[in-house]
């Protein structure tokens, strides 16, 4: 099953604007991660956040998070037709029974950059 | 060295056939994970290994799914009696450890198909 919803489902945007996807998730965690997917790729792990955390910067990403309403939000700035590709979020939680080493991926967001 | 390996990159098998997907991790990296990728999806977890032992076998879908990892490092996804319902991309992934801080590298995935 799926801990995480993104939202939207699919942006697309020309070279240069801002790009914002969130994610929503449903228990508590400890820690959030957002992955970059390229078409027919395995993931690569772009930022990860802890859950006493509430923001955090890595070159042109930024991701919030905000435990009370279970939800973060990844922005890429300054977008180039490179980041063209899909975006996960996936939840490390600290639910009862759960194991720690377990992360939980949402559906993801499809970016689509126009050059 | 080298980043995660998994081979075959493509498996197409028949119905009722058995397959095995393997994957090479990280060197030193003593976690490994076992996901499952359909189309328009996010990974859905199968498995991860801490060592040479399963710390999570909650994901697998039924008896058909079994995953090895002998001596700690290569682990061999195992199906049998393969279903068109199996069709996926298998994800593995390892880190360095299955603390939940520890962001995980993906290998390429393979490509299974059941006709």
């Known amino acids: 099953s799926q801990q995480g919803e993104e939202d939207p489902q699919a942006l697309s945007i020309q070279e240069g604007e801002n790009a914002t996807m969130n994610c929503s998730y449903k228990?508590?965690?400890?820690?959030l991660q957002w992955y970059r997917q390229n078409s027919g790729r395995g993931l690569v792990h772009l930022i990860l956040?802890?859950?006493?955390?509430r923001e955090k910067h890595s070159g042109r990403l930024r991701v919030t998070l905000d435990t009370s309403k279970k939800s973060s939000s990844l922005l890429i700035t300054a977008s180039r037709a490179a980041d063209t590709a899909s975006y996960f979020c996936?939840?490390?939680?600290?639910?009862?029974?759960?194991?720690?080493?377990?992360?939980?991926f949402g559906q993801g967001t499809i970016l689509t950059v126009h050059p | 060295g080298a980043g995660v390996s998994q081979t075959p990159s493509n498996k197409v098998t028949e119905k009722g056939k058995y397959v095995e997907l393997r994957c090479d991790p990280i060197s030193g990296h003593t976690a490994l994970y076992w996901y499952r990728q359909s189309l328009g999806q996010g990974p859905e977890f199968l498995i991860y290994f801490q060592g040479t032992g399963a710390a999570d076998d909650s994901g697998l879908p039924n008896d058909r799914f079994f995953a090895v990892r002998p001596e700690g490092s290569v682990s061999t996804l195992k199906i049998q009696r393969t279903e068109r319902g199996d069709s996926a991309v298998y994800l593995c992934?390892?880190?360095?450890?299955?603390?939940?801080?520890?962001?995980?590298?993906f290998g390429n995935g393979t490509r299974l198909t059941v006709t």
């Open positions: 992934a390892s880190s360095s450890d299955a603390y939940y801080n520890s962001p995980l590298h």
């Open positions: 996936a939840t490390g939680s600290n639910a009862g029974g759960t194991s720690y080493g377990k992360l939980t």
């Open positions: 956040i802890r859950s006493n955390e």
């Open positions: 228990t508590s965690i400890n820690n």
